[in-house]
């Protein structure tokens, strides 16, 4: 059976539940990383897994029927702190 069918025969899937949650409540607090004082809305994480799904997308990271996927992410210091933030390298 297909992932995403046997998602959806289990209820809905986590990617519809953000993106109905933030078109309701885009502004409210979604996320809250005490370490660095940042908090993000509903609106502010579905924008961001949006990039992260695109840019993954982007250089042939991509679900294939009937196999799994996963990415690894390593915290690196944002833009605007003297660094250029993640790069995804293909092939990995």
């Known amino acids: 059976m297909d ?13 519809e539940r953000l ?15 005490g370490e660095d004082g940042m908090t993000l809305t509903y609106a502010d994480f579905a924008c ?3 990039v992260i ?9 991509a679900a294939r029927p009937g196999r799994a996927g996963a ?6 210091p944002r833009p605007g702190n ?3 933030g993640a790069r995804i390298r293909p092939g990995w």
């Open 3 to 15: 992932l995403t069918m046997q998602l959806r025969e289990d209820g809905e899937i986590i990617t």
């Open 19 to 33: 993106d109905h949650w933030a078109a309701i409540a885009a502004y409210r607090p979604f996320f809250h990383y």
């Open 48 to 50: 961001h897994t949006d």
């Open 53 to 61: 799904a695109g840019n993954l997308a982007a250089n042939g990271v």
């Open 71 to 76: 990415a690894v992410l390593a915290r690196v």
């Open 82 to 84: 003297g660094a250029s």
